[in-house]
């Protein structure tokens, strides 16, 4: 492999490992100068791996330039004395400062730098962008896409949350034993956003939506992995991504038309995603605590039972009036009641949802859509009709033009 391949996938892995280490280190007050000396550090990598082909250990050279060029920084800027040695509590001699990039130490700070983005003093948006930015290496381009804006918007968010956690003082650590649960439910309430931001993405860039997904699930693992954060709600988190995972390339034909639930292939599915749900799944019941993303796991659990029967559908209704008295949400509510419909009658489920009335919402007339096609076709169409001009997607309105097709 040449340079010109291992160096845009080591930036990926490695980007966020060398800057969570040096910001660690360092304070969030010199974020940027973490972010500066890993970009850096791959600026010098193009250049002499261009030259004389890459090093026997790339990772290893990552690691050492990486340090080489915090120290440098330092020496320049005159700063260690002044501002970082009583802070991180070192010695004096600078030649003795050596950054540790073992790699228990790399998992602890990208964890610790998890839960400092994920600080709720900050704006939901920007936690996820500065988790995209930081924890996952993604690029300002990469990150405007995903939230369909432009780079000065994104680069304006991202100066902003970081001057807010600098002015709050939020150290680079994880909570105390008595605060990590109550910090622990903004940091998976940030990663299934970030999930969510791929899994129902409007964006285009499928190549985008779906890493968004695997970051996801990256940064939930590092949880499941540390004893403190192991807690039966991220197994839940863990599991329920797995299971919407496993239909990831089943949602889209290879066109990029959006295929709906009832049309996907079955075959598509992941088998070895689906295992590991239910694993996460049954771990996450080790707890005496329901929360919201274990009732959403149940039903995604459902949902990847290939057999379409009865005790299926009432399964995941009852977890839907579980998760509803959980904690409401008016999509959740119309998912119920396509639920209702499998289980019951699309009358009785028509009833239920035009109360729901989301009259900007086209999911809501694509159900009805539905719901009327097995009783009134006129009806059928004429919510169909509506889904379609709604749609903000060119996928979606494709996809409800067939089902227009079909009445």
């Known amino acids: 492999?040449?340079?010109?391949?291992?160096?845009?996938?080591?930036?990926?892995?490695?980007?966020?490992?060398?800057?969570?280490?040096?910001?660690?280190?360092?304070?969030?007050?010199?974020?940027?100068?973490?972010?500066d000396i890993a970009s850096d550090t791959?600026?010098?990598?193009?250049?002499?791996?261009?030259?004389?082909?890459?090093?026997?250990?790339?990772?290893?050279?990552?690691?050492?330039v990486s340090a080489n060029k915090a120290k440098n920084y330092l020496q320049r800027l005159n700063v260690f004395e002044q501002k970082i040695a009583p802070a991180i509590e070192q010695t004096n001699d600078l030649v003795n400062y050596e950054l540790d990039m073992s790699p228990q130490n790399i998992i602890d700070s990208q964890l610790q730098m998890m839960f400092a983005v994920c600080h709720p003093c900050i704006a939901t948006?920007?936690?996820?962008?500065?988790?995209?930015?930081?924890l996952c290496g993604f690029g300002i381009e990469e990150i405007a896409d995903a939230f369909l804006?432009?780079?000065?918007?994104?680069?304006?968010?991202?100066?902003?949350?970081?001057?807010?956690?600098?002015?709050?003082?939020?150290?680079?650590?994880?909570?105390?034993?008595?605060?990590?649960?109550?910090?622990?439910?903004?940091?998976?309430?940030?990663?299934?956003?970030?999930?969510?931001?791929?899994?129902?993405?409007?964006?285009?860039?499928?190549?985008?939506?779906?890493?968004?997904?695997?970051?996801?699930?990256?940064?939930?693992?590092?949880?499941?992995?540390?004893?403190?954060?192991?807690?039966?709600?991220?197994?839940?988190?863990?599991?329920?991504?797995?299971?919407?995972?496993?239909?990831?390339?089943?949602?889209m034909d290879k066109n990029g038309h959006l295929v709906l639930y009832e049309e996907q292939d079955v075959n598509l599915w992941n088998a070895d995603l689906i295992s590991k749900g239910g694993y996460f799944l049954h771990a996450a019941t080790s707890g005496n605590k329901v929360s919201k993303y274990h009732l959403e796991a149940g039903i995604a659990y459902w949902n990847t039972r290939k057999e379409d029967t009865k005790e299926k559908w009432e399964n995941i209704l009852q977890l839907y009036n579980r998760l509803l008295q959980t904690e409401y949400s008016p999509i959740a509510a119309l998912n119920r009641t396509y639920a209702l419909a499998r289980a019951n009658s699309s009358q009785q489920a028509i009833v239920e949802a035009e109360k729901l009335d989301l009259q900007d919402n086209h999911f809501y007339f694509l159900l009805l859509g539905d719901l009327y096609a097995a009783v009134d076709k006129t009806k059928a169409k004429e919510n169909l009709a509506k889904a379609y001009a709604l749609a903000k997607t060119e996928s979606d309105k494709q996809a409800i033009q067939r089902k227009i097709d079909r009445l």
């Not at 060398?18 to 910001?23: H, K, L």
Request: hydrophobic content about 40%; aromatic content about 8%; proline content about 4%.
């Open 1 to 35: 492999m040449n340079h010109q391949e291992i160096i845009p996938h080591l930036f990926r892995t490695e980007y966020r490992k060398i800057v969570s280490v040096i910001a660690k280190r360092f304070g969030f007050e010199h974020l940027e100068i973490a972010e």
């Open 42 to 64: 791959f600026l010098t990598a193009s250049q002499s791996w261009g030259l004389n082909g890459p090093p026997e250990n790339p990772t290893a050279w990552l690691y050492n």
């Open 125 to 134: 948006e920007a936690q996820i962008g500065l988790s995209l930015r930081i």
């Open 149 to 251: 804006t432009n780079k000065e918007v994104i680069n304006k968010r991202l100066y902003r949350a970081k001057e807010k956690l600098r002015e709050e003082n939020i150290k680079i650590e994880l909570p105390s034993e008595g605060d990590i649960e109550e910090r622990l439910d903004t940091v998976l309430a940030t990663i299934y956003l970030l999930f969510n931001e791929g899994y129902y993405s409007i964006s285009q860039n499928k190549t985008v939506r779906k890493e968004l997904c695997l970051e996801a699930m990256r940064l939930c693992t590092m949880l499941v992995e540390n004893r403190s954060t192991n807690k039966p709600q991220v197994n839940a988190l863990m599991s329920l991504m797995c299971f919407h995972a496993s239909r990831f390339d089943a949602r």
